[in-house]
């Protein structure tokens, strides 16, 4: 079992920046952001392997957020730069403790989660 908590989320105006954390109560194999605004499917905003910092990032992201670890805290985080509007979402910590399988983006392949922190990016 491993326990996920998010911090780090507010209110800020566009373009902006902003860094979310992730405390892990323990090691997890990958880990990954995710993010759901109402009224939306959850989408994949970044993810990493912990063993080596390989990372992937979805397209509406890319160049802005970057994701990282600090592996003596099992913390994860989100720097996110020049942040939008449509940046704002509930956003979601989620960790896999089993090597290999399954697509990075997909929710299903994450067996913890954290319960999230708002983010919301105003005009």
């Known amino acids: 079992q491993v326990q996920l908590v998010e911090s780090g989320g507010c209110s800020v105006q566009a373009g902006g920046s902003l860094r979310l954390s992730c405390a892990a109560s323990?090691?997890?194999?990958?880990m990954a952001w995710f993010r759901q605004a109402p009224g939306k499917k959850r989408e994949a905003v970044a993810y990493?392997?912990?063993?080596?910092?390989?990372?992937q990032y979805g397209e509406s992201v890319k160049g802005r957020f970057t994701i990282s670890q600090d592996t003596s805290k099992n913390t994860l985080y989100l720097q996110m730069n020049s942040l939008k509007p449509e940046d704002t979402a509930m956003y979601y910590c989620?960790?896999?403790?089993?090597?290999?399988?399954?697509?990075?983006?997909?929710?299903?392949?994450?067996?913890?989660w954290g319960q999230g922190t708002q983010v919301t990016v105003s005009s």
């Open positions: 989620a960790a896999d403790l089993t090597p290999g399988g399954g697509r990075w983006f997909d929710p299903n392949k994450y067996n913890y």
């Open positions: 323990g090691y997890c194999t990958s």
């Open positions: 990493i392997y912990t063993r080596g910092d390989r990372t």
